[in-house]
């Protein structure tokens, strides 16, 4: 018996409104765990709302916008800081990447809790899910962005029904084993071709050592790569 409680207990401290909307449509009274849990999201909102004032964590992404158009110079800071020195060989191959590569906006659905606070971190890498666009239309409309990240966001803590097309999303989203890139389905996507994959941001390259407040960090995308742009060129 006192197993079982215990069970329950812990279940209370991790249920979601799906879970509730499963189980009530099922005939079950679920009334009792709605109120216990939006007591628990009452204080997770607060508590986030706390975290958000104390690590404040502005960005400027205007400061890339001189370096967005295609093909850009190699006299620039930016080509200067993410294409590093050329190699010995392949230095043609080299040059087309980083004058031809783009400049893209991922909006972050998924991160460990430290990786948004600042000090001593327990690794100094993280794995995180993010969210971008390749089209022209998209791929640096942060207003969109943080809109459909938000949506994935509330898909994967359960807060919101999983949207049609988006169960494989979840399911990637759960297996830490997987790296595919997925595309965003239709029904999310406003007609974006967006992607969705895990990724590796490391401490040094974020502003001040943690992830952006506005929740978007530039990366660097060409012919299916992808890699995180150093903090100094967008504070």
């Known amino acids: 018996m006192g197993l079982f409680k215990n069970a329950a207990v812990e279940w209370e401290k991790t249920m979601t409104e799906n879970d509730l909307d499963e189980m009530e449509a099922q005939g079950v009274d679920v009334s009792a765990y709605r109120a216990k849990l939006a007591a628990r999201r009452a204080q997770e909102a607060e508590q986030a709302k706390r975290d958000k004032e104390m690590w404040q964590n502005p960005t400027n992404l205007d400061k890339l916008i001189p370096y967005i158009a295609t093909p850009r ?125 895990r990724l590796i941001v490391a401490d040094k390259e974020l502003p001040k050592g943690y992830l952006p407040t506005n929740g978007i960090v530039p990366h660097f995308y060409w012919e299916g790569t992808i890699r995180c742009i150093h903090a100094d060129l967008y504070v």
């Not at 606070?117 to 666009?133: Q, S, T």
Request: aromatic residues 10%.
């Open 73 to 197: 110079s190699t006299e620039t800071p930016f080509f200067r800081k993410v294409a590093g020195k050329a190699p010995w060989f392949g230095k043609s191959k080299w040059l087309r990447k980083y004058t031809e590569g783009q400049i893209i906006y991922v909006g972050v659905i998924d991160a460990p809790d430290e990786a948004w606070k600042g000090g001593r971190h327990e690794d100094d890498m993280h794995e995180i899910i993010g969210v971008f666009a390749l089209d022209e239309k998209h791929i640096h409309n942060i207003e969109w962005l943080q809109k459909v990240a938000e949506a994935l966001k509330n898909m994967n803590e359960g807060k919101h029904p999983v949207v049609s097309g988006c169960e494989e999303i979840m399911d990637m989203i759960f297996d830490e084993s997987d790296w595919r890139e997925l595309k965003l389905p239709d029904s999310l996507a406003e007609g974006a071709d967006a992607r969705v994959r």
